[in-house]
């Protein structure tokens, strides 16, 4: 399986953005998801994760009542929709995908298994 993460680009302060990622190869049906990021000289960031299911959502509290994680299990396909965005929302987004429980380990960027390429995210104004 790959992951292919878009969506990403320039917005305005208090603007939105939808990221995607989009899964090849064989379905990733079974598969825990998650958005990083990793902002300019700064550590890789964990921003929220799903379950297999596409329920139970986690986010980072940088994060917490402006991005929704979502997942449609139809199109195998994990969204982060971004609203309010702040200048320190600006950073590389990364999808994640794993298997196994969903459980503390999900908050570890070694739980992962699978990654996307990363897109770019730039809040300017």
């Known amino acids: 399986v790959q992951l292919q993460a878009s969506g990403g680009g320039l917005v305005q302060p208090g603007g939105s953005l939808r990221l995607s990622c989009a899964a090849s190869?064989?379905?990733?049906?079974?598969?825990?998801m998650a958005w990083f990021r990793r902002a300019p000289g700064k550590e890789r960031e964990l921003v929220a994760t799903?379950?297999?299911?596409?329920?139970?959502?986690s986010y980072g509290d940088s994060v917490k009542g402006r991005f929704t994680i979502s997942k449609d299990t139809t199109s195998d396909t994990a969204y982060l929709q971004m609203n309010s965005l702040k200048f320190e929302d600006t950073a590389v987004y990364y999808c994640?995908?794993?298997?196994?429980?969903?459980?503390?380990?999900?908050?570890?960027?070694?739980?992962?298994?699978?990654w996307g390429q990363g897109t770019l995210v730039t809040v300017s104004s």
């Open positions: 799903i379950n297999w299911r596409g329920a139970d959502p």
């Open positions: 994640a995908a794993a298997r196994g429980p969903y459980g503390t380990d999900r908050y570890r960027i070694g739980y992962y298994e699978l």
């Open positions: 190869g064989r379905t990733f049906n079974a598969f825990n």
